[in-house]
Protein backbone atom coordinates (compact mmCIF):
# COMPACT_ATOMS: atom_id res chain seq x y z
CA UNK A 1 0.00 0.00 0.00
CA UNK A 2 2.69 2.39 0.54
CA UNK A 3 5.05 1.61 -2.06
CA UNK A 4 4.36 4.82 -3.65
CA UNK A 5 5.85 6.79 -0.65
CA UNK A 6 9.13 8.64 -1.68
CA UNK A 7 9.64 10.39 2.65
CA UNK A 8 8.01 9.80 5.77
CA UNK A 9 7.48 13.15 7.30
CA UNK A 10 5.52 12.74 10.13
CA UNK A 11 5.24 9.69 11.60
CA UNK A 12 2.53 7.90 13.94
CA UNK A 13 4.39 9.02 16.83
CA UNK A 14 4.47 12.57 16.06
CA UNK A 15 0.96 12.85 14.92
CA UNK A 16 -0.14 11.55 18.07
CA UNK A 17 1.90 14.23 20.05
CA UNK A 18 0.37 17.01 17.69
CA UNK A 19 -3.57 15.34 18.55
CA UNK A 20 -2.37 15.63 22.58
CA UNK A 21 -1.31 18.76 22.03
CA UNK A 22 -3.85 19.82 19.80
CA UNK A 23 -6.39 18.65 22.19
CA UNK A 24 -5.17 20.28 25.74
CA UNK A 25 -4.57 23.47 23.96
CA UNK A 26 -8.19 23.49 22.83
CA UNK A 27 -9.67 22.40 26.19
CA UNK A 28 -7.61 24.86 27.77
CA UNK A 29 -8.72 28.29 25.31
CA UNK A 30 -12.58 27.20 25.48
CA UNK A 31 -13.01 26.44 28.86
CA UNK A 32 -16.44 27.29 30.10
CA UNK A 33 -17.47 27.25 26.54
CA UNK A 34 -18.61 24.58 24.10
CA UNK A 35 -17.14 24.95 20.68
CA UNK A 36 -18.44 23.28 17.40
CA UNK A 37 -16.08 21.25 16.15
CA UNK A 38 -16.66 20.57 12.01
CA UNK A 39 -14.87 17.74 10.72
CA UNK A 40 -14.62 18.15 6.99
CA UNK A 41 -15.16 15.29 4.84
CA UNK A 42 -13.86 12.96 4.58
CA UNK A 43 -10.48 13.49 4.74
CA UNK A 44 -9.90 14.69 8.14
CA UNK A 45 -12.64 12.38 10.03
CA UNK A 46 -9.50 10.49 11.46
CA UNK A 47 -7.76 13.69 12.65
CA UNK A 48 -11.01 15.15 14.09
CA UNK A 49 -11.22 11.93 16.02
CA UNK A 50 -7.52 11.70 17.15
CA UNK A 51 -7.64 15.27 18.57
CA UNK A 52 -11.16 14.64 20.22
CA UNK A 53 -10.15 12.19 22.53
CA UNK A 54 -7.83 14.39 23.83
CA UNK A 55 -10.35 17.18 24.71
CA UNK A 56 -11.76 17.94 28.02
CA UNK A 57 -14.53 20.00 27.40
CA UNK A 58 -17.91 19.54 26.24
CA UNK A 59 -18.49 20.06 22.71
CA UNK A 60 -20.65 19.58 19.52
CA UNK A 61 -19.34 17.72 16.06
CA UNK A 62 -21.07 18.11 13.04
CA UNK A 63 -19.76 17.68 8.87
CA UNK A 64 -19.72 19.37 6.15
CA UNK A 65 -18.21 17.72 2.84
CA UNK A 66 -16.82 19.77 0.17
CA UNK A 67 -15.41 18.76 -3.18
CA UNK A 68 -12.60 20.68 -5.32
CA UNK A 69 -10.67 17.67 -7.02
CA UNK A 70 -13.50 15.77 -8.85
CA UNK A 71 -11.57 12.72 -9.03
CA UNK A 72 -8.06 14.79 -9.79
CA UNK A 73 -5.26 14.58 -7.68
CA UNK A 74 -4.92 18.74 -7.71
CA UNK A 75 -7.79 20.86 -7.01
CA UNK A 76 -9.55 22.47 -10.02
CA UNK A 77 -10.52 25.78 -8.22
CA UNK A 78 -14.09 25.79 -7.97
CA UNK A 79 -15.69 24.67 -4.51
CA UNK A 80 -18.64 22.79 -4.30
CA UNK A 81 -20.75 22.12 -1.01
CA UNK A 82 -21.87 18.50 -1.03
CA UNK A 83 -23.01 18.15 2.54
CA UNK A 84 -23.81 21.20 4.73
CA UNK A 85 -23.95 21.84 8.51
CA UNK A 86 -26.62 20.31 10.49
CA UNK A 87 -25.57 22.88 13.29
CA UNK A 88 -26.72 26.39 13.58
CA UNK A 89 -22.80 27.81 14.08
CA UNK A 90 -24.22 31.72 14.49
CA UNK A 91 -22.84 33.26 17.84
CA UNK A 92 -20.79 29.95 18.28
CA UNK A 93 -17.17 29.48 18.88
CA UNK A 94 -16.43 27.53 15.55
CA UNK A 95 -13.40 25.22 15.06
CA UNK A 96 -12.65 24.10 11.50
CA UNK A 97 -10.94 20.51 11.51
CA UNK A 98 -9.24 20.21 7.54
CA UNK A 99 -6.65 17.48 6.48
CA UNK A 100 -5.32 19.12 4.13
CA UNK A 101 -4.58 22.91 3.06
CA UNK A 102 -3.05 24.01 -0.51
CA UNK A 103 -4.15 26.73 -1.42
CA UNK A 104 -6.83 28.19 1.01
CA UNK A 105 -9.21 28.17 -1.50
CA UNK A 106 -11.64 25.84 0.54
CA UNK A 107 -10.65 27.08 3.92
CA UNK A 108 -11.89 30.79 2.43
CA UNK A 109 -15.02 29.17 1.08
CA UNK A 110 -15.70 27.42 4.45
CA UNK A 111 -15.20 30.66 6.43
CA UNK A 112 -17.65 32.39 4.11
CA UNK A 113 -20.61 30.18 3.98
Known sequence: ???DIE???YN???????????????????????????SVLKGAILWTVDVMR?????????????????????????IDLIHGLT?????RDVLIMEDIVETGRTLKYLIII
Open 87 to 91: LDVNN
Open 7 to 9: KIL
Open 12 to 38: AEDIEKSAVNLGKQISEDYVGKKPILI
Open 54 to 78: HIEIPLQLDFIDVSSYYGSTSSQGQ
Open 1 to 3: MNN
